[in-house]
């Protein structure tokens, strides 16, 4: 059974910084393109980071592009969001989600095959 575990989700403050974490099992994480997505209330869930199955691939939304990084640890079988300087726009639920054989970072969420539950984060202004 795939599982995608989100955690490090919180409250925060304006300019702070969240590590999540996404752990895998059931899946070996090192032959799929992961990501990150978001979805804040009354809105659609959003791309927010991406990173294909090697590492040298990834993509940013945007919004987020200078201030997020993305990575990820094979041999743990987990992928990080690092989120520094965050802003209110930025509380949402934050999922991950998994895109087998995919090399470079994917943005489409439709192509997703696994999905985590999704952990929350609230930034206060």
């Known amino acids: 059974q795939v599982q995608l575990v989100e955690s490090g989700g919180g409250l925060v403050q304006t300019g702070d910084s969240l590590r999540l974490s996404c752990a895998a099992s059931?899946?070996?994480?090192?032959?799929?393109?992961m990501g990150w997505f978001r979805q804040a209330p009354g809105k659609e869930r959003e791309f927010v980071a991406g990173?294909?199955?090697?590492?040298?691939?990834?993509g940013y939304a945007d919004s987020v592009k200078g201030r997020f990084a993305i990575s990820r640890d094979n041999n743990k079988n987990t992928v990080y969001l690092q989120m520094n300087s965050l802003k209110p726009e930025d509380t949402a639920i934050y999922y991950c989600?998994?895109?087998?054989?995919?090399?470079?970072?994917?943005?489409?969420?439709?192509?997703?095959?696994?999905w985590g539950q999704g952990t929350q984060v609230t930034v206060s202004s």
């Open positions: 059931g899946l070996t994480i090192s032959i799929y393109a």
């Open positions: 989600a998994a895109d087998r054989g995919r090399a470079t970072y994917n943005s489409r969420a439709y192509e997703y095959e696994y």
């Open positions: 990173i294909g199955w090697s590492g040298t691939s990834t």
